[in-house]
């Protein structure tokens, strides 16, 4: 039972153009969400983060939006360059009984922004 | 230091062999974890230790044994593996285990069991 997806595996960009990436989530218990970019041969790296009492969370040419009642989010990249090509994985978490969180990663979106 | 390490960056091992994968960061993080990660899959969750002890164990099965001697280092310790757990064995450290802190995560030990 996949409880975060992300159903487009690969997407194309022009270079200077927005980059949207998505994100769907089943578990209304979660209440953080991260976005992380993996390149080949390297571990993954954070991006941005947004809590389930925000919308939108902006970091230079990163925005993540949160949508609850749709149980969406999405990651909007502008402009979008070539370096930015990548895996993308968002992750949604939620504490365990423990008092610890725990992260679920989506499949992944690979993104590939054409100079 | 910002970063976190793991070695070997490759290992190759019988089924009958013992290893060990070794994580470290001194960033001063008191959450560590181990995630797997095979091809085309995203990266899942195997243990997590909190102040270096373990909090979540995700029902992995007992060849695969985690330690977390100080606060700045995890390993996981490998006996009688079995093919299908040949994957990306990553590691990540987060300043505290709330989800407040992104993780940083290694590069990964590419685990080949023959």
């Known amino acids: 039972d996949q409880q975060v997806k992300q159903n487009s595996p690969s997407l194309s960009v022009q270079e200077g153009r927005i980059s949207i990436l998505n994100c769907d989530y089943t578990n209304s218990m979660f209440d953080y969400f991260l976005w992380y970019k993996k390149y080949p041969a390297e571990g993954p790296t954070f991006l941005i983060s947004i809590s389930s009492i925000k919308d939108k969370n902006e970091d230079g040419r990163f925005t993540v939006f949160l949508n609850k009642s749709a149980k969406h989010l999405s990651l909007h990249i502008v402009p979008s360059q070539p370096g930015d090509s990548a895996v993308y994985f968002c992750a949604a978490s939620a504490v365990q009984s423990s008092g610890t969180y725990k992260y679920i990663f989506g499949t992944g979106t690979r993104l590939k922004v054409l100079a | 230091d910002t970063e976190v390490t793991q070695t070997p960056k490759h290992l190759v091992m019988g089924m009958t062999n013992k290893k060990s994968l070794k994580c470290e960061q001194h960033m001063g993080h008191r959450a560590m974890y181990w995630y797997k990660q095979k091809a085309k899959k995203p990266p899942e969750l195997m243990f997590v230790y909190s102040y270096e002890k373990l909090s979540i164990n995700e029902s992995v099965p007992s060849r695969f044994s985690p330690e977390c001697p100080n606060s700045s280092l995890l390993n996981l310790h490998l006996h009688a593996l079995q093919p299908e757990d040949s994957a990306l064995y990553l590691c990540?450290?987060?300043?505290?285990?709330?989800?407040?802190?992104?993780?940083?995560f290694g590069s990964g030990t590419r685990l080949t069991v023959v």
């Open positions: 990540a450290s987060s300043q505290e285990p709330g989800t407040d802190y992104g993780y940083t």
